[in-house]
């Protein structure tokens, strides 16, 4: 990873431990899944990142995914979640520890259901980012 995406990550991390709905909801924010987590939680799905940079200076595009969880019966709640992740997401500031955030967007969102365990909801984000300085 790079330390445009560890930046990034660590800004994202921030926002949506931030945000009072999620705080409220979530068992925790991951990384990566955790064996026997209770629900909802969020964590970081794949994450891909090129080359964006210009002759005078370097840069990244990132295309990132948030994956909610949830168990629960409707995915009412899980729908709630996805909406203040995408918002908290969305707003994070463009200063980054060493970098500019140029452009955060929404590529897509869905729900997957799946009716022998939690429910997955993900949110898919493309983002750009230069070199400070």
Known sequence: M??????????????????????AALSGVFDTPPPGQACPYLCFGPWTGSDWGHKSGAGREHRLSL????????SIRLRQLMDA????????????????????RLGRSL????????????????????EAG
């Open 85 to 104: 992740a995408e918002r908290a997401a969305l707003a994070i500031p463009a200063a980054l520890d060493g970098h500019r955030l140029v452009v955060m």
């Open 67 to 74: 994956s909610l969880w949830d168990d629960q019966p409707d």
């Open 2 to 23: 790079s330390s445009a995406e560890l930046a990034l990550q660590k800004a994202l991390v921030a926002a949506l431990k931030a945000d009072p709905v999620l705080a």
């Open 111 to 130: 729900v997957i259901r799946d009716p022998e365990g939690p429910d997955q909801g993900v949110i898919e984000l493309r983002a750009k980012t230069l």
